[in-house]
């Protein structure tokens, strides 16, 4: 492990976690100006064998796969092979029907597009064909007019944007990974993780740490202890029965009292947020998230297995221009959407793939940017600071936007700035 002088109190931090059984197994890893200045973990990569975590575990990072697969996405604008602002229908035709015809690919990569949710169950059978699941969400009429409000595409994101990747490439985003980031760079870092990676990778558990994560709560029921399932209330239920071609009306517009209306809606199992979070439906899988069929299917939205610092390393390279030209870069984390969440109910903002600074990705620095992964890993970078850093975990918080270790964690980056 490693950690400057300067950075004395990130390493306290950390280890008080651990001391005070907040962490099952963890590991921090922050770049400054490109120089490797925390590298930290510890504790336990499987509970259940005792496993220790070393310092190449990787582990399931959900949500941070967002901000990778919009890199992939926008390697390819600058290759001319991509333009954001054009319909998708341009280059997926199938796409184009029911009211879906101007949706551009800026609104799928800033989850303006109206399909946060698929109207009918995926079937374990289909979590490995991404196609597939792309081609149902193809038929849908989108849940409010594309452009004219957000909410977070929580596992559709991955299949829009990635079938997009496989029309213009005949490859999927994580081959795509292999080749130009993790490849190029040496990254431990896979969106669909070969045998060998899944052998040694830590395990997931959504046991709740002891004492308050008052991280962006998100109430639970129904999840198995030590399965590293989705948050969701209405785990059992799927989505909900309507009468053909009937789409659930979505008020445009901030809830009154947010609190209890996520607090509502997590507890109804038809509600946005739960058919959002819910489907596909990795708790059908036994150890859900766990499970090697989840870990090597590269589902672009929750795909990512990772280390910590190979998710800081990858946010290093975005600042040092290796992986997307500066000018590039700069436009994709313009903030597209900002505001009231019409499915997590709370504000969020979103650049071309890429969470901006809000209630749903809670950092101390309005300049930074990043991704966040349900139950507390977060992957970000800061341009004013040269910052980079990376957090993942095991144990997992009964959170979807961040968690308060992680935010801990990233206070004290920057009070030893």
């Known amino acids: 492990m490693h950690c400057d002088p300067r950075f004395s109190r990130v390493r306290e931090a950390f280890e008080r976690h651990f001391a005070d059984g907040l962490e099952l197994g963890a590991a921090f890893a922050v ?13 336990v990569a499987d509970r259940r064998t005792e496993r220790p975590w070393e ?16 890199t992939v996405l926008l390697q390819l604008a600058e290759r001319g092979l991509v333009d954001v602002t054009a ?5 997926w035709p199938e796409f184009g029907v029911r009211a879906k015809q101007r949706v551009t690919v800026e609104h799928l990569l800033s989850h303006q597009a109206g399909l946060p949710a698929l109207d009918e169950r995926v079937p374990v059978a289909e979590f490995e064909d991404q196609p597939a699941i792309a081609a149902r969400l193809a038929g849908q009429r989108p849940i409010w007019r594309p452009g004219s409000a957000h909410g977070y595409h929580a596992l559709t994101y991955g299949f829009l944007v990635g079938e997009v990747v496989r029309r213009v490439t005949g490859k999927s985003v994580g081959e795509l990974v292999a080749a ?6 040496g990254l431990d870092l896979w969106v669909g993780a070969p045998d060998d990676v899944i052998a040694r990778a830590a395990r997931l558990t959504a046991e709740p740490p002891p004492g308050s994560e008052s991280g962006r709560s998100l109430p639970t029921a129904g999840n198995e202890s030590g399965s590293g399932s989705m948050p969701s209330a209405g785990a059992g239920s799927g989505p909900a029965r309507r009468a053909p071609g009937v789409l659930p009306r979505v008020p445009i517009g901030p809830p009154k009292d947010p609190i209890a209306a996520i607090a509502l809606a997590a507890g109804d199992p038809n509600s946005l947020m739960n058919r959002t979070m819910g489907n596909p439906r990795i708790q059908d899988l ?3 998230a766990n499970n090697p069929v989840m870990l090597r299917a590269g589902w672009p939205a929750v795909g990512l297995v990772t280390t910590a610092r190979s998710l800081a390393a990858f946010y290093r390279s975005l600042l040092a221009g290796d992986l997307l030209r500066p000018e590039t870069l700069a436009d994709a984390i313009r903030p597209r ?4 969440d019409q499915v997590l109910l709370l504000e969020s903002a979103f650049g071309l793939g890429f969470m901006r600074p809000a209630m749903s990705f809670f950092v101390p620095s309005v300049t930074a940017f990043g991704h966040t992964g349900v139950g507390g890993s977060i992957g970000l970078a800061d341009p004013k600071y040269g910052v980079a850093a990376g957090y993942v975990m095991n144990k997992m918080a009964d959170v979807f936007a961040g968690n308060q270790r992680a935010i801990r964690l990233m206070e004290a980056v920057y009070r030893s700035l």
């Open 55 to 70: 310092e190449d575990t990787p582990v399931f990072a959900y949500s941070c796969t967002k901000a990778i697969t919009a």
């Open 337 to 340: 959407a900002s505001g009231p």
């Open 286 to 288: 036994q150890g859900g």
């Open 180 to 185: 130009e980031i993790s490849g190029p760079l």
């Open 87 to 91: 319909p998708v229908a341009e280059v």
């Open 31 to 43: 770049y400054l100006d490109g120089e490797l200045v925390v590298d930290l973990w510890d504790g």
